[in-house]
Structure formats: structure tokens, C-alpha cells
């Protein structure tokens, strides 16, 4: 408008508070420099985008002059051009007319086109705070929607596409109540948390890795103050689980993304606040009362469980969430292993059966002798024999199989439902949050001696490198294959299986609103042994593991109530 031509150039109205035609075109075109120096495009990488006025158009402005009542009537039109040297995914605008000390900040309409298509509705460009636009080169728009349901059909594509996290300049706040903890995860903008906290750089636009690494402590330790959780009574000191910085591109949240430098105008800081419990918590009550101008409210996402997420509003005069279980927490169950078919055992008491052995013997010998005196002596010495079975009967047995007594057998189904069986109790196992728990759980399926190298192994097996090493949580156990391989009887009797599996295990982790599904698929053989009242792996070889299917998806929030 020509009143802002007025208040940056510091024209003066003449007769009548009329600004003369030679002015305000004088002024228009020292405007030039002006806009390209207060109007910024950054590209993909962070770069400042030259840019050059081509056209000036300042036909609004007549002959005579403008009165200082018309000045917000009139305009001037400047057509500016920023070439590109290639194709960008992703283009950055930023405004800050009159300089960061403006008293009266500038808010600029930045709409914006693709294909000549207009991509979202009108945004207000506020002083200082960047917007950017994501330009989909894979499925370019090709025709404006037709209706308010192709906008919203669009949108919906949109925010798939982007994992939810479709606004740069947004402040992302998603929170998770499990058995084990309650999460907070928080995604905003480098410039949103610098109005609570500057960081200290030594290039003003970009932060490098180096300093990214430098300001971690004092990042968490303010949120850490922040952000206050009491879980069923007592406060819960959070840890810190991660803290990293974002560029644009989505792929930084599917997965592990590596430091790099990053423009302040496009990078986004994420945080992970853990707060552990010891059990299920049954109610959960946060706090976040730390607003600026760009946070004038947290809108977080809620997730319970396998709940639909809701969405809840901390605002300055409702700053809390409170949340009470209404259920019994569901507990871990481990399936009943089948107790194996032992063969038919004798127990024979050494002792005893000795004993009366020697009495028979004892009692031929003397009998041979004459009567009276044979009589006797066989009494003398059997009697001692005697007592001695009787009491020694309950101690030193030995347990033999019984002669000529079926062995029984396994067959390749039972063999392949106990296989199922013992891996979904090992998987199951990893559900509980102390290593001790997890142990014992184990232990169910596992011979101790196997213990320590299985948990090591299947704990690798379930972390997730891409999410920083977070261990997915197992949702399903699928024996694809199994056959017996051999059967055989240990030298106590208890027989021995080696069966052969290819199974696969989905696993998920959720962060950030999105889940993280990873399905993998092992083969192995084991041996399972038979104990006295069930049966355990003893041994086992891994002869292939390899990954299935690796996918990111999205839940979508409803507002609560």
C-alpha cells in the first residue's frame, strides 16, 4: 500500500496532506531494494535464493497526487522473479519488513501456486516466523479441486504422504500412556523454541552439527523443567531419550537421520520425554504451561493403548491433563506348554531290593544246614535284612524304563504347535519392562544355560536402528513353516525333538504420531528337550534371517468428547 511507502521512506505530505506523484513514485522505486532485502525464498538446502524486481507497476498513483485519507486505498505492484537452478522439494518464505525492531510488524498474504494450481488456502506470512511449501514433483497437481470434499480428499492424500506432520512452522505435541511409561514427544520449529531459549551459533542462519551436539544438555534440561508429570501420586522425574534436529524432509522422522548442518528457517528440534513407571499406571496427571507468540497453545495428540488417539488443548488458563484408567490393566499371559509323553518308568529301590536279595540268599544257606539250628540262624539274619528293606524303601531309587514299554512319539503336527507354543512364550517375554521379568518369563520356554545368548538375540532382533534403536513391540508370532527334523531318547529317558522353523515376527514402534511396522522372518532349528513336567528349547542354529516388510503408517486423532 502507498501508507507503507510513506512510513519506511519518510514522505511528507505537502498542501492539503497531499503526497505529490514524484514522491511516492520515487519512493516506489527505492522500495525495490527494500522488498528484496525484508522478502526472502530459501531453497531445499537452506540457501538464499536471489531474487530480482522485473516489473514495477505504479499506474495506481495519479497525476495529481494521493491524499493522505486514500493512501491504504492505493497500491503499488512489484512483480519479483527468484530463479532456480534446479527442481526444489521444498521452498521457504520469510518476511520481515522493517527489520526485527519494526514497531508495527507487517503481516503479508502468501498464497501460493503449483502448475499454475493453487496448493492451500491463503497464509499469513507474520514477521519473522518461515513458512514452507512442499512441491510433490512425483504427482503433480493437475487441475484445482471441484468441490470442498476434492479440497479435503486432497488433504487427506497430503497428510498421509507427510506422516501428519504436514506444517513446518506448526508445533507438534503427541503424548503416550503405556503399561510401562508415559511419553511425551514434542516437534517444533528451531525459531519457535529460540523465543524461550537462544541458542548460541556462529552463523545466524544455520546451526551446524557441532552445536547441535553443544546445546543438547541445555535443551533437555529446560523441558525437563517444563513439562511436570505425576503418576499416581508421584512426581516422575523424565529422561531424556531422545533429542534431535530435523530438516524438511519427512524421511528425517521415518527414519534414524544422520546430524548434518541446517538452515534455523527449515530445521525442527524433537524431543522424547520419558517418564518410566513401575506398573500400569491408573491415573496420569501433566502439566505444560509454557506459551510464546508462535505457542500461544499446545495441541497435543493422545494415545492410549490401541485406543483411537484424541486430541487435548493446553492452554494458559487450562494448562493440565488429567487421565484415569478405566479398566484393570491387562496382564502378560504365557501359553500353556503341553506336557510331554514320557515313557513308562519303574522306580526301584536299590537298597530295599538288595536287601531282601540277601535275605533269600541268606535264608537258602542256612536252611541246608540242620533244622533246629538252621532255623535260627536264618532268623538271626534275615530279620536285620528285613528291616533294613523296609526302612531303606523310600530312599535310592533308580528310575529305568520299563522293559518292553512303547516309547511314545511325536508327531510333526504336535511338534510344530509346540514350536508355535514356545516362540510366542519367548516373544511374550519381552512385554515385560525389568530384565529380571523378562528373565523369569524366558525361562518358561528356555533351559538356563541358553538363557543369556536367546535374550541378547532377540533383543537386537527387535530394535529398530531406524528409530534410534527403540525396541518394537511385538504384535504377532506366524510359524510359516516347521517339520521334524529327528527324535531321539536322552539316556534318562525324556525324549528329544530337533525340529526345523521358518517363522516371522511383526514388530511396531510408534514416535511421533506415526507406526513404524517391521516384519521379519527367521529359520532355525532347535532342540527341544522334554523336563519332567514340560518342554524347553536346549539348543538352537539360526540358518537365515531376513527382513519381510518395512512400512510407516499413520493414525489418525478425533477430537475428544
Known amino acids: 500500500m502507498l501508507e507503507d511507502l510513506v512510513m519506511y521512506h519518510g514522505l511528507r505530505a505537502g498542501e492539503e496532506q497531499r503526497f505529490t506523484v514524484a514522491d511516492l513514485k520515487q519512493a516506489a522505486a527505492q522500495h525495490r531494494d527494500f522488498v528484496l532485502q525484508y522478502f526472502t525464498i530459501r531453497n531445499a538446502e537452506g540457501q538464499q535464493v536471489p531474487g530480482q524486481v522485473v516489473h514495477l507497476d505504479t499506474t495506481d498513483i495519479p497525476a495529481e497526487g494521493v491524499l493522505q485519507s486514500e493512501l491504504m486505498a492505493r497500491n503499488v505492484f512489484y512483480h519479483l522473479v527468484f530463479p532456480l537452478a534446479q527442481q526444489q522439494d521444498f521452498l521457504t518464505f520469510t518476511q520481515t519488513f522493517g527489520g526485527a525492531e519494526a514497531v508495527l510488524p507487517a503481516v503479508m498474504e502468501l498464497v501460493t501456486f503449483h502448475n499454475r494450481i493453487l496448493l492451500h488456502q491463503p497464509v499469513q506470512l507474520t514477521q519473522g516466523r518461515p513458512h514452507t511449501v512442499w512441491l510433490n514433483w512425483a504427482t503433480p497437481p493437475t487441475k484445482a479441486p471441484q468441490s470442498w470434499e476434492e479440497y479435503q480428499q486432497g488433504k487427506q492424500e497430503e497428510a498421509h504422504q507427510q506422516l501428519g506432520i504436514t506444517s513446518y512452522s506448526g508445533l507438534y505435541s503427541f503424548i503416550y500412556i503405556t503399561d510401562q511409561e508415559v511419553r511425551h514427544e514434542i516437534l517444533l520449529p528451531l525459531l519457535t523454541f529460540e523465543k524461550w531459549l537462544p541458542l548460541a551459533r556462529s552463523n545466524a542462519d544455520f546451526l551446524e552439527v557441532a552445536e547441535q551436539h553443544t546445546v543438547r544438555d ?21 529422561v531424556v531419550t531422545r533429542l534431535q534436529f530435523f530438516g524438511l524432509d519427512i524421511n528425517d522422522f521415518a527414519q534414524n537421520a544422520q546430524p548434518r548442518r541446517l538452515s534455523v528457517y527449515q530445521a525442527r528440534l524433537g524431543i522424547i520425554l520419558s517418564y518410566p513407571s513401575k506398573g500400569a499406571p491408573k491415573q496420569v496427571h501433566m502439566t505444560w504451561d509454557t506459551f510464546n507468540a508462535y505457542a500461544s497453545f499446545l495441541r497435543s495428540v493422545v494415545y492410549v493403548h490401541e485406543h483411537d488417539p484424541k486430541i487435548h488443548l493446553f492452554k494458559k488458563d487450562e494448562p493440565h491433563l488429567t487421565w484415569t484408567r478405566e479398566s484393570d490393566a491387562p496382564q502378560t499371559r504365557l501359553s500353556t506348554v503341553p506336557t510331554p509323553m514320557l515313557p513308562t518308568m519303574w522306580s526301584l529301590p536299590l537298597i530295599s531290593i538288595g536287601a531282601f536279595l540277601g535275605t533269600v540268599l541268606w535264608g537258602g544257606v542256612t536252611m541246608r544246614q540242620r533244622r533246629a539250628k538252621g532255623l535260627a540262624r536264618c532268623l538271626l539274619g534275615v530279620l536285620p535284612l528285613l528291616i533294613l528293606g523296609v526302612l531303606c524303601w523310600p530312599i535310592g531309587h533308580l528310575e529305568v524304563r520299563a522293559p518292553f514299554a512303547e516309547v511314545p512319539q511325536v508327531t510333526d503336527t504336535e511338534a510344530r504347535q509346540l514350536s508355535l507354543t514356545l516362540l510366542h512364550n519367548i516373544y ?44 518394537a513391540r511385538v504384535q504377532a508370532v506366524n510359524l510359516v513353516d516347521s517339520h521334524l527334523v529327528a527324535s531321539a531318547t536322552t539316556a534318562d529317558g525324556l525324549p528329544r525333538l530337533e525340529v526345523q522353523c521358518r517363522w516371522r515376527v511383526t514388530g511396531t514402534v510408534e514416535h511421533w504420531g506415526h507406526i513404524h511396522t517391521r516384519e521379519n522372518e527367521y529359520e532355525a532349528v532347535f532342540t527341544v528337550s522334554a523336563q519332567p513336567d514340560t518342554w524347553k528349547i536346549t539348543d538352537y542354529e539360526v540358518l537365515d534371517e531376513q527382513r519381510v516388510r518395512f512400512e510407516t503408517g499413520l493414525r489418525i486423532a478425533k477430537r475428544s468428547g
Open 428 to 471: 511374550r517375554a519381552f512385554d515385560y519392562r525389568d530384565e529380571s521379568d523378562t528373565y523369569d518369563a524366558l525361562a518358561h520356554s528356555v533351559d538356563g544355560e541358553l538363557l543369556e545368548t536367546l535374550y541378547v538375540q532377540i533383543q537386537k532382533g527387535l530394535q529398530m536402528q531406524e528409530q534410534g534403536g527403540a525396541v
Open 218 to 238: 541445555e535443551i533437555a534440561a529446560f523441558f525437563r523443567q517444563r513439562n511436570p508429570v505425576v503418576i499416581d501420586g508421584m512426581t516422575v522425574t523424565p
